[in-house]
């Protein structure tokens, strides 16, 4: 609308180059979301917010700042949302999964480095998206070398507040973590203005939990066969979590589940009853990387389960509630990234034993191990995941990919030779 083109132009963004690369949104998402058939039809908020991607939400974060709220932008779900909220910010993670800003991110940045890396900070330096131009500033964090060091460039563009995550879980470890948090509390509330009260912690560590709750029942309705929803409107409720208000999402996520619990007891699903399983393991798939989910449901197997940050990482691990001073609530969100197994600690053998029951729980019948092109600590990993796998008996195939459509014919051969094995 011409008011969304105002509000764009205001927050300083390129509007034919963001223009460029909006047009093919609408044919794609239609091509792959809409046309399932038999689609849960609680999927309709979720096709709104899409349709609406860079308008009401932006607005909504526009309208928060104009009233002297703070916008914070973050690329990892170990930065602590709890912290931003109780402070009376908004947390939007803006990881990015599109190809089309990679080429500017590799103006700045060495082109065989992560896509999602080059992706994110090519969304900045194009000006095409209006979360980034939105928030004040963004919090990084030390896990792969690649986020480390792309910090100190984003920050030439961007305030980029940096956290320091250890590499291990030992004492000293959780002792620096915790120090980062409180040092993280103390930066929201300079910036805020506000304090940040044990009362208003708690309703924040409250709000969080919900969210991760109403995923984790979401999660819980694929286990059936057949599975009352696809793998990729999953996924894209998952890419959604990160920038949506969270009460209003864990509200339209729980009326989801109300439809898929009732179609679970009428046998009712997306795939047919029987359809291969599928459990997708590693890197994490930011909006809009639906490539590999499009090519597995396309050959007629159904993705149940993701072990990524954009999947069980996101919501599996909680706060606990039970702390009464803020002392105790710190120390338990603290908690919470060190119980998260990314590939970034070592050793992670805790992401091993995730998958290995995860396997179980969802009843998958092969995993496919999602390794973004360079991601280091995934690929490396994959060698322990395997041996692990294949003790078990379960069939896994290695995907190296990025977000560019070139090797789709490749992926699709790879994957349906894969699947026919199963
Ligand atoms: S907790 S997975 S969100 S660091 S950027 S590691 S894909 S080379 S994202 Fe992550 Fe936090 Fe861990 Fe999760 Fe690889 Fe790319 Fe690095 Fe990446």
């Known amino acids: 609308s011409n008011d969304w083109r105002q509000m764009w132009k205001d927050l300083g963004m390129d509007l034919e180059k963001h223009d460029e690369f909006l047009a093919p949104v609408p044919e794609v998402y239609g091509k792959l979301f809409m046309a399932q058939e038999n689609r849960p039809k609680g999927m309709g908020y979720f096709d709104f917010v899409v349709g609406d991607i860079h308008g009401i939400r932006v607005k909504e974060l526009v309208d928060h ?28 993670g803006l990881c990015a999964g599109a190809q089309f800003p990679v080429p500017t991110g590799e103006q700045v940045l060495p082109r065989n480095l992560c896509p999602l890396i080059k992706s994110s900070v090519g969304f900045k330096l194009d000006r095409i998206c209006p979360y980034f131009q939105v928030a004040d500033f963004v919090v ?74 109403a995923l984790q029942r979401l999660y819980n309705c694929r286990k059936a066969d057949p599975a009352p929803i696809s793998g990729k409107d999953v996924l894209l409720i998952s890419e959604l979590a990160f920038f949506d208000d969270p009460k ?12 898929l619990e009732t179609r679970i007891v009428r046998g009712e699903g997306i795939a ?17 990387s639906w490539k590999l989910h499009a090519i597995i449901e396309g050959s007629g197997a159904v993705v149940v389960c993701e072990e990524t940050c954009t999947g069980t990482r996101y919501f599996e691990t909680t706060v606990r509630e039970d702390g009464a001073t803020l002392d105790e609530q710190l120390a338990a969100i603290s908690e919470r990234a060190l119980n998260i197994n990314c ?34 600590p995934y690929s490396i990993e994959y060698r322990k995941v395997e041996k692990a796998l294949q003790e078990a008996g379960i069939p896994v195939i290695k995907i190296e990919s990025d ?15 894969f699947l026919e094995m199963l």
């Not at 914070?72 to 170990?78: D, H, P, R």
């Open 140 to 213: 990084g964090e030390t896990t792969c070398d690649g986020k480390k060091k792309a910090w100190e460039i984003l920050d030439e563009f961007i305030p980029t507040h940096v956290m320091e995550l250890p590499q291990r879980r030992a004492e000293a470890d959780k002792a620096l973590w915790m120090e980062e948090i409180r040092r993280f509390k103390e930066k929201m509330e300079k910036e805020s203005g506000v304090a940040i009260t044990a009362q208003k912690l708690a309703a924040s560590i409250k709000i969080a939990n919900e969210k991760r709750a």
């Open 343 to 376: 590939a970034c600690y070592t050793p992670n053998n805790g992401r091993i034993e995730d998958i290995l029951r995860l396997v179980k729980e969802y009843n998958a019948d092969g995993v496919v191990y999602y390794n973004l092109a360079f991601c280091q």
């Open 248 to 259: 209003r999402f864990t509200q339209q996520v729980n009326a989801l589940c109300d439809e």
């Open 272 to 288: 047919e009853k029987g359809a291969p399983r599928i459990l997708i393991t590693g890197s994490p798939m930011p909006i809009p």
């Open 403 to 417: 977000f560019s459509e070139e090797d789709t014919g490749q992926l699709q051969t790879r994957i349906e030779a």
């Open 65 to 92: 700042k104009a009233n002297g709220g703070k916008v914070v932008a973050s690329f990892c779900v170990f930065v602590p949302d709890e912290i931003i909220t109780a402070a009376g910010g908004v947390s939007i």
